[in-house]
């Protein structure tokens, strides 16, 4: 089969294509003919060698990935030719990938297979973030970093659906339609947001700040924050690990609250499962619909991951191969 490979860590224009062995079915795995597969930030931090996970090189990258099963467990609800979605976690940038059964998720027509390829990652981690870490209530009104990418759009959308309050930040005035595309509220640019945010929150703060790009934001997002507010830690895609002087969080009385979607589910039997089955309503009514920014070829890898890498990127890119 086709697949990219990453064989040495030097960022983008390492990935290259390579004639592989199709992977084998490991017990209680689904082989997936790949139609899509998403590339996330993760991916980008992966050719790097920047990334908490760290596979002996060379291997193939590409956590998530939508296509036909090409064999399941027997004794599953999958047949051959299901259309699915799946969270590979590698392994996904090639012709045929293998995901564990509780990561593998019938998709629902209507949804392309770009699409489909897009959900994992970023909708799973919304859910888990916003939900479970930020304890979110329809009344809220949520700060989303990074809002025109992938976490952001997902995150936006996710708001959306539940009923809450979205204030996006971006970065540039051509992020702005994407992000309300996406069902913000309002948008707001970087260098503004502290004096917006107070502005239309009539001075209150906002419940929840989303944060999946961290640097020198940081301190000013705790100062976007109501009593009892928390900040969500998703991400760092500026690069810098911000530190925060806990002072701050007594005085207000607001919290960092950390989110490693990845480590707690894959820790707990049932829990995407669990997940998948939450976000099933609003991905089967469209409310929950990444917007593909692109769909690139298998040849055009390394262009996917300098879009990323050059914040050029609104939506989601997809790999087709
Ligand atoms: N904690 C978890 O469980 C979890 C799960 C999934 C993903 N993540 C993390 O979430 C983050 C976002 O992932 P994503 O796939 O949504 O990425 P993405 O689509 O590239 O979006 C990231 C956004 O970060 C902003 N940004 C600010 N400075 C940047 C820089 N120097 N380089 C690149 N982007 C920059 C950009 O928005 P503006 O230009 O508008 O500022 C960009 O749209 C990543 O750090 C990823 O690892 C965490």
């Known amino acids: 089969m086709r697949a990219i490979q990453i064989s040495e860590l030097t960022g983008p224009g390492s990935l290259h294509l390579a004639e592989l062995a199709a992977p084998k079915q490991p017990k209680d795995h689904v082989l997936i003919q790949v139609e899509a597969a998403g590339v996330a930030f993760p991916d980008l931090l992966l050719s790097r060698g920047q990334y908490q996970l760290k596979p002996p090189v060379p291997f193939i990258p590409g956590s998530e990935v939508a296509g036909t099963v090409i064999a399941a467990p027997t004794d599953s609800a999958l047949r051959e030719g299901d259309r699915v979605a799946a969270l590979a976690l590698l392994g996904g940038f090639a012709e045929q ?75 540039t005035d051509e992020k702005i339609p994407v992000a309300r595309a996406a069902g913000a509220d309002e948008v707001v640019l970087v260098e503004s947001f502290r004096e917006n945010i107070a502005e239309l929150t009539n001075g209150n703060g906002a419940d929840i700040v989303l944060d999946p790009v961290g ?61 998948w089955s939450a976000l099933h309503p609003g991905i089967v009514s469209g409310q929950l619909r990444p917007p593909i920014a692109a769909e690139l070829t298998f040849e055009q890898a390394n262009e996917a991951l300098r879009m990323l890498d050059e914040r050029r990127v609104q939506g989601k890119i997809v790999l087709r191969p």
Not at 113 to 133: H, I, Q
Not at 246 to 272: C, D, E, M, Q
């Open 97 to 171: 990938a293998v995901a564990p059964l509780p990561a593998v998720y019938k998709l629902p027509d209507g949804v392309s297979f770009a699409e489909g390829a897009a959900l994992p990652m970023n909708y799973l981690t919304v859910e888990f973030a916003l939900d479970r870490r930020g304890q979110l209530s329809a009344n809220d009104t949520v700060v989303v970093h990074g809002a025109a990418g992938g976490v952001g759009t997902a995150a936006l959308q996710f708001l959306k659906w539940r009923g809450a309050r979205s204030i996006a930040v971006v970065s």
């Open 215 to 275: 640097g020198d934001r940081f301190t000013d997002s705790l100062r976007c924050l109501s009593p009892e507010g928390r900040l969500l830690v998703v991400g760092f895609t500026a690069g810098d690990i911000p530190s925060v002087k806990v002072n701050r969080l007594l005085l207000n009385n607001i919290a960092v609250v950390g989110v490693s979607w990845g480590t707690f589910a894959l820790a707990r039997p049932g829990f995407l499962a669990d997940q």
